[in-house]
């Protein structure tokens, strides 16, 4: 009997879904029932329960940058099953999927999908399963979220009115992944992107952005500060490469407490130390690294030229020489993540409908950083933040803790916001559109 009464309900989900048109009223006192039904579709079970299955497996089996294989391979396994035709690969792992009429307008949805490498510390039945790396940044749960605006679009491919791009991006995490795929030459003519980030910051139901700059740019440095070793008890025959790489930190957070204009928010942190291995032996040489931060990028180029010379100068003050890496190819510099301002207006008006517009916060700038930045230097992009606390459950930690947890409740949210503002935007471009069910050109 529960089998026939899944299917029975399998039946109702399917024709609700393909009985509705959702996308094709454009009137403003429409939009927020338009919107309000996506996030009852993205919350009925058939739709919820199988994002959870989904974000559980890519928890369960996380991968680095560019290592993401059995992640993609489940991502175009989906979308096979979906229907959803998509180039592969794209940037060594990536997956770039269609849905709509194949023809312009082409509007973007992007989800990264690499893991860090963490031990994680979180009990439970779908802890990690690879030793030494993790889900904690909730890169599985952006997967989910975007494999559910999938399922839901798919099922109303004939009223969109252009094409949705889905963007599942390997290597955010400091590997440049946005960068590679924008190389591979398979995101043109694209209207618009939009991004998200679930957070414990903010509650269930509410996101969070701002117009203009919302994270910093991003990079990363490693020097090697090169003395004479010797015994500890003489150092007067020795020239000492700690005490000069000590010399180096602290001259380095000079640089941004007596250099830099108080109103340009700037970050200089250490955060690698390694030198000597007794305590009686001064050693040879002193590797310290680190990374800084900025919201221009002539802030950034700025701060990016006085690190070295004060790495440089420093060391020789104290007879040393040092060599200076800023690991442009291992760990790209990722410019600043500023969000257009048309569409930032946009962006207010349909979260609002969808969620109230009270949900719907102004945030402050961050000095984290995002390479969803790499996409808006090239297309107009828009990126938000998607709350997940609860309070009547547990602390939910930071992410990249490794005992950061996802709010698997939120995935609707997410589903539905991405679906909204695809759908809307494409609309709002493409009012008049004729749009023909079932036909792909791939024009990108």
């Known amino acids: 009997m529960g089998f026939f009464f899944?299917?029975?309900?399998?039946?109702?989900?399917?024709?609700?879904?393909?009985?509705?048109?959702?996308?094709?009223d454009s009137s403003s006192s429409s939009n927020a029932f338009v919107t309000t039904k996506f996030l009852d579709l993205a919350k009925d079970p058939l739709v919820f329960d199988w994002m959870i299955g989904i974000r559980r497996k890519i928890h369960e089996n996380p991968e680095l940058g560019?290592?993401?294989?059995?992640?993609?391979?489940?991502?175009?396994?989906?979308?096979?099953?979906?229907?959803?035709?998509?180039?592969?690969?794209?940037?060594?792992?990536?997956?770039?999927?269609?849905?709509?009429?194949?023809?312009?307008?082409?509007?973007?949805?992007?989800?990264?999908?690499?893991?860090?490498?963490?031990?994680?510390?979180?009990e439970w039945e779908h802890k990690s399963k690879v030793p030494g790396k993790m889900h904690a940044c909730g890169h599985d749960a952006h997967v989910a979220m975007l494999l559910g605006a999938a399922k839901i679009l798919k099922r109303h491919e004939n009223e969109i009115r252009g094409t949705v791009v889905l963007v599942f991006q390997p290597a955010e995490e400091g590997g440049g992944g946005?960068?590679?795929?924008?190389?591979?030459?398979?995101?043109?003519?694209?209207?618009?992107?939009?991004?998200?980030?679930?957070?414990?910051?903010?509650?269930?139901?509410?996101?969070?952005?701002?117009?203009g700059?919302?994270?910093?740019?991003?990079?990363?440095?490693?020097?090697?500060?090169?003395?004479?070793?010797?015994?500890?008890?003489?150092?007067?025959?020795?020239?000492?490469?700690?005490?000069?790489?000590?010399n180096v930190i602290v001259s380095l957070q000079h640089?941004?407490?007596?250099?830099?204009?108080?109103?340009?928010?700037?970050?200089?942190?250490?955060?690698?130390f390694q030198g000597g291995g007794?305590?009686?032996?001064?050693?040879?040489?002193?590797?310290?690294?680190?990374?800084?931060?900025?919201?221009?990028?002539?802030?950034?180029?700025?701060l990016r030229q006085r690190i070295e010379q004060v790495i440089t100068g420093q060391a020789a003050v104290q007879?040393?020489?040092?060599?200076?890496?800023?690991?442009?190819?291992?760990?790209?510099?990722?410019?600043?993540?500023?969000?257009?301002?048309?569409?930032?207006?946009?962006?207010?008006?349909?979260?609002?409908?969808?969620?109230?517009?009270?949900?719907v916060k102004e945030m402050q700038p961050l000095m984290g950083s995002e390479d969803f930045a790499f996409y808006q230097e090239v297309f107009p992009g828009y990126f938000f933040l998607l709350g997940m606390d609860n309070a009547?459950?547990?602390?939910?930690?930071?992410?990249?803790?490794?005992?950061?947890k996802i709010n698997e409740d939120a995935l609707p949210y997410g589903a539905a916001l991405h679906v909204s503002l695809a759908s809307s935007y494409l609309l709002k471009l493409n009012p008049d559109i004729s749009v023909v069910g079932g036909k792909h050109h791939d024009e990108l």
């Open 6 to 24: 899944k299917w029975v309900n399998l039946f109702v989900f399917f024709h609700f879904l393909a009985a509705t048109p959702i996308f094709s």
């Open 66 to 122: 560019y290592e993401e294989f059995e992640t993609s391979k489940l991502i175009r396994t989906e979308l096979d099953k979906l229907g959803i035709s998509y180039k592969y690969p794209v940037a060594v792992t990536g997956v770039v999927g269609f849905i709509g009429t194949g023809l312009p307008p082409f509007v973007a949805l992007r989800a990264d999908m690499d893991a860090l490498p963490l031990q994680e510390m979180v």
């Open 178 to 211: 946005a960068k590679k795929i924008l190389d591979a030459g398979v995101l043109e003519n694209i209207s618009a992107i939009f991004g998200l980030h679930i957070v414990p910051t903010y509650p269930i139901g509410e996101v969070a952005s701002r117009s």
């Open 213 to 246: 700059p919302i994270f910093a740019g991003s990079g990363f440095f490693e020097a090697t500060i090169n003395g004479r070793g010797g015994h500890a008890a003489i150092p007067q025959h020795s020239i000492d490469p700690i005490l000069a790489a000590s």
């Open 255 to 272: 640089i941004v407490s007596r250099e830099v204009d108080p109103l340009d928010s700037q970050v200089v942190t250490v955060g690698k």
């Open 278 to 302: 007794a305590f009686n032996v001064i050693p040879d040489s002193v590797t310290i690294g680190g990374t800084f931060r900025a919201f221009s990028k002539e802030s950034f180029m700025q």
């Open 319 to 359: 007879r040393c020489n040092a060599t200076v890496n800023f690991l442009d190819d291992e760990k790209p510099f990722s410019p600043p993540t500023v969000n257009n301002g048309d569409l930032h207006g946009y962006f207010e008006s349909v979260a609002g409908s969808l969620l109230g517009v009270n949900n």
């Open 392 to 404: 009547s459950n547990e602390h939910l930690e930071s992410p990249h803790s490794p005992y950061f």
